[in-house]
């Protein structure tokens, strides 16, 4: 029997709403060093994975993907009350990513191509705007990605269960490549977004000799208007640059500035 004074495992949920669950599956094929974890942690709530879930309080509580319909946005809230910590995870929760896109298109013509029957989109089904997750509730922690790495997940909840304050790295993808040596593409006139998009990837597209695109999304406090003007210096046009922050950061493209319009 556990005696009283045992420390009590936290409880984790990992929920999703309008994504491509890629997010989720980073997790689960952690595998071996997921099963270790899970003697560490209560995990409440998987419905990708656990055919009960538990409703909250949840100590920790991981979302994936964005608001894009009014049920999207009354599970968001609810898991927000019932949560110590809600944590954006991927680039959907946290910029809006692909599904963002919708925002630069006719609605009209996106559900009529997405919806056959729009008699039901009332209620919960009822559309909303392609919001990351931040536009409607506190978030704790942000950690993008399309995907994003297992160590990030493992780091963050390594320091839960130290009862620190997790770090999330917020590096951008240059600071990769110079620690894997990777000549600087742009040197090479390539187009790479490194210098203004989160790392955390090990610079997996570089050291291919393929420049970043930004699937990370950019960092908070990135410099956009000089990083165009050194794209611009590299023979890249802006309309190019545009194309992918409106790919992966499209929710949030109204924040980034005037200068990349």
Same mark, same amino acid.
């Given at each position: 029997?556990?005696?009283?004074?045992e420390k009590k495992k936290?409880?984790?949920?990992?929920?999703?709403?309008?994504?491509?669950?890629?997010?989720?599956l980073v997790?689960?094929?952690?595998?071996?060093? =997921?099963l270790e974890?899970?003697?560490?942690?209560?995990?409440?709530?998987? !419905?990708? $994975? %656990?055919?009960?879930?538990e *409703?909250?309080?949840?100590?920790?509580?991981f979302?994936?993907?964005?608001v894009?319909s009014?049920?999207?946005?009354?599970?968001?809230?609810?898991w927000?009350?019932?949560?110590?910590? =809600?944590?954006?995870?991927?680039?959907?929760?946290?910029?809006?990513?692909? !599904?963002? $896109? %919708?925002?630069f298109?006719? *609605?009209?013509?996106?559900?009529?191509?997405?919806?056959?029957?729009k008699?039901?989109l009332?209620?919960?089904?009822?559309?909303?705007?392609?919001?990351?997750?931040?536009?409607?509730v506190?978030?704790?922690?942000?950690?993008?990605?399309?995907?994003?790495?297992?160590?990030?997940?493992?780091?963050?909840m390594?320091?839960?269960?130290?009862?620190?304050?997790?770090?999330?790295?917020?590096?951008?993808?240059?600071v990769?490549?110079?620690?894997?040596?990777?000549?600087?593409l742009l040197?090479?006139?390539?187009?790479?977004?490194?210098?203004?998009?989160?790392?955390?990837?090990?610079?997996?597209?570089?050291?291919?000799?393929?420049?970043?695109?930004?699937?990370?999304?950019?960092l908070?406090?990135?410099n956009?208007?000089?990083m165009?003007?050194?794209?611009?210096?590299?023979?890249?046009?802006?309309?190019?640059?545009?194309?992918?922050?409106?790919?992966y950061?499209?929710a949030?493209?109204?924040?980034?500035?005037a200068?990349?319009?």
């Amino acid at each position: 029997m556990s005696s009283s004074s045992e420390k009590k495992k936290p409880r984790v949920a990992i929920h999703s709403i309008t994504g491509c669950a890629g997010c989720q599956l980073v997790i689960y094929f952690i595998r071996d060093k =997921l099963l270790e974890l899970l003697g560490e942690i209560d995990l409440v709530a998987a !419905p990708m $994975i %656990k055919g009960k879930n538990e *409703e909250g309080p949840y100590d920790i509580c991981f979302v994936e993907g964005l608001v894009a319909s009014q049920r999207d946005l009354e599970n968001l809230k609810k898991w927000r009350e019932q949560s110590k910590f =809600l944590v954006a995870w991927g680039t959907c929760a946290t910029h809006g990513n692909v !599904p963002g $896109i %919708k925002i630069f298109m006719d *609605e009209k013509q996106v559900e009529e191509a997405v919806y056959k029957d729009k008699s039901n989109l009332t209620g919960e089904n009822t559309p909303l705007k392609p919001t990351p997750l931040e536009a409607h509730v506190r978030i704790d922690y942000r950690i993008s990605g399309c995907p994003p790495e297992e160590i990030e997940f493992l780091r963050m909840m390594q320091h839960f269960l130290m009862d620190m304050k997790p770090v999330v790295y917020n590096e951008p993808v240059c600071v990769e490549c110079t620690q894997r040596e990777i000549k600087c593409l742009l040197e090479d006139g390539k187009e790479c977004l490194g210098p203004m998009i989160r790392g955390g990837c090990d610079a997996l597209c570089p050291v291919v000799n393929h420049g970043c695109t930004g699937c990370h999304g950019p960092l908070e406090d990135a410099n956009i208007p000089q990083m165009l003007k050194l794209l611009k210096a590299n023979g890249i046009p802006k309309e190019l640059v545009k194309q992918r922050l409106q790919k992966y950061a499209g929710a949030k493209f109204e924040e980034l500035g005037a200068d990349i319009r």
